[in-house]
């Protein structure tokens, strides 16, 4: 680990842009050299911001893992690759964008599955929430 924070902090005095302006170049020719005088246009701040708002949002929905019973004689395409596209497509992405649209959404369905636990542990002796 202390080696990856070395190399990070290497490339990062390696590659930084900020520094002192030589006094031998113009400020303003300097700034043209790159093309975009150093800042993001509306474009890049858009795209970094929805980027950010997705991934995250992907990331922090936990579904439920579904039970998958492996037939006999199934074929490889069916199991690695249909199967997870479909539940992809069926149940993480309509999740995805309910917790994208309507947060709420999932706080709620949170709760209901917190007050489930609790009736199943009553049935259940020795289980805990």
């Not at 900020?18 to 993001?40: E, F, M």
Request: hydrophobic share 50%.
């Amino acid at each position: 680990m202390l080696v990856l924070i070395l190399a990070y902090s290497f490339m990062q005095g390696v590659y930084t842009e900020a520094g002192p302006i030589p006094a031998s170049l113009d400020p303003r020719k300097s700034a043209t050299l790159n093309g975009n005088y150093g800042q993001r246009n509306i474009w890049s701040i858009i795209w970094s911001c929805l980027s950010t708002i997705f991934l995250c949002t992907w990331v922090s929905i936990h579904p439920n893992i579904h039970f998958v019973r492996e037939k006999p004689g199934q074929n490889w395409f069916r199991t690695w690759l249909w199967d997870p596209l479909w539940e992809v497509i069926t149940y993480k992405l309509p999740l995805f964008l309910w917790a994208l649209l309507v947060p709420e959404y999932i706080l709620a369905w949170a709760v209901r599955q917190f007050l489930q636990a609790g009736v199943i542990k009553k049935k259940v002796p020795g289980w805990t929430r």
